[in-house]
């Protein structure tokens, strides 16, 4: 009887030993493709898509699933783990954010000497705008200060003619956010609400953001949106 109990703990070793060997053939390699699943929690998959995308090799591929909020990947174990700290880092609780909005009248001044300059904006932003734009005078129209949170839209009258709407995206690890969709529309008394821009901008905090708006380069006046990001914590 003892040499049959060895022989099956032999046999039990043997095959422990096969089966360990068989799961070390299995592991996958460095250059094979692994697939990760990855569910967001408190952002948007979609958001996440254009992060990822640079970060594949040439193997990899990124399928969006929207029903789950989830990116499906497949690359190389490097990739993945890059991809995977990306996404802890993006995928945070949603955060509050604040958004300044001025509309500004720009013009030039008239041809006299001295030359007259004006300006009802902060002298830093004003300098700014100089520096990009041919105008001497800036007046505020209207001005708002709009509060909302990642992922939210926001609807907001801007004194008696203007209104924006735009969705606040996600911030992003280089301290950015977009404002996708942003739009702003005009409605002068007695006329129809005309859209005066449209477009998704990248703003990054407490740096303002100017767009103007001119029939050519050569007009004598502007109108023109400076928006600026703030942390609404």
């Given amino acids: 009887m003892p040499p049959v109990r060895r022989s099956i703990a032999s046999l039990l070793l043997l095959l422990a030993f096969t089966a360990a060997l068989s799961a070390q053939s299995q592991a996958p390699g460095p250059r094979d493709v692994v697939m990760r699943v990855y569910s967001f929690k408190y952002q948007r998959a979609g958001e996440a898509l254009p992060l990822v995308s640079p970060l594949l090799s040439s193997k990899g591929t990124v399928e969006l699933q929207p029903a789950g909020n989830t990116l499906v990947i497949r690359d190389v174990q490097k990739s993945i783990d890059r991809i995977a700290q990306l996404l ?10 604040r958004l300044d909005v001025v509309v500004v009248r720009a013009s030039r001044a008239p041809a006299v000497s001295p030359q007259y300059q004006h ?34 839209w926001v609807v907001y009258e801007v004194g008696p003619e203007y209104k924006v709407s735009f969705r606040f995206g996600t911030l992003l690890p ?44 050569a007009s004598r006046e502007a109108m023109m949106v400076v928006l600026t990001l703030r942390d609404g914590r």
């Fill in 88 to 97: 802890r880092a993006f995928d945070h609780p949603v955060r509050a954010l």
């Fill in 119 to 152: 300006s009802d904006l902060p002298e830093e932003l004003t300098r700014q705008l100089r520096g990009l734009l041919a105008y001497d005078i800036f007046e505020v129209q209207a001005r708002a200060h709009l509060a909302g949170a990642e992922g939210q």
């Fill in 174 to 217: 280089d301290q950015q956010v977009k404002l996708w969709n942003f739009r702003i529309t005009r409605r002068a008394e007695g006329r129809r609400e005309k859209e005066m821009l449209q477009s998704t901008v990248t703003l990054g905090f407490d740096y303002p953001f100017s767009l103007g708006l001119a029939k050519s380069e």
